[in-house]
């Protein structure tokens, strides 16, 4: 199960090194996430391995069993 302190960091957007990702603590509950287009969003965690968006409407990401990739549900992902 992950924490939302797995998620904190930078990502890289399909993996690519030049096209970094942050993921940035607000809270014990939250999260700010920044995709590769510079949109900025809160999250928080959910099912101890899933970021929903608060509001709804941005895409909803699930970390790896190995922490290393973020799928989300526009089937894009992101990894470390």
């Known amino acids: 199960m992950a924490t939302l302190a797995d998620f904190v960091g930078t ?3 399909r993996g690519v090194p030049t096209h970094p990702c ?3 603590l ?11 287009h510079g ?3 809160p999250a928080r965690l959910e099912g101890g391995s899933t970021l929903i968006p608060e509001p709804p409407g941005h895409v909803t990401g699930v970390i790896s069993s190995d922490l290393k990739t973020i799928q989300w ?3 894009e992902n992101w990894k470390r």
């Open 11 to 13: 990502w890289h957007f």
């Open 22 to 24: 942050t993921i940035r």
């Open 26 to 36: 607000l809270s014990a509950t939250k999260v700010e996430v920044r995709d590769e």
């Open 39 to 41: 949109v900025v969003f």
């Open 73 to 75: 549900t526009n089937g």
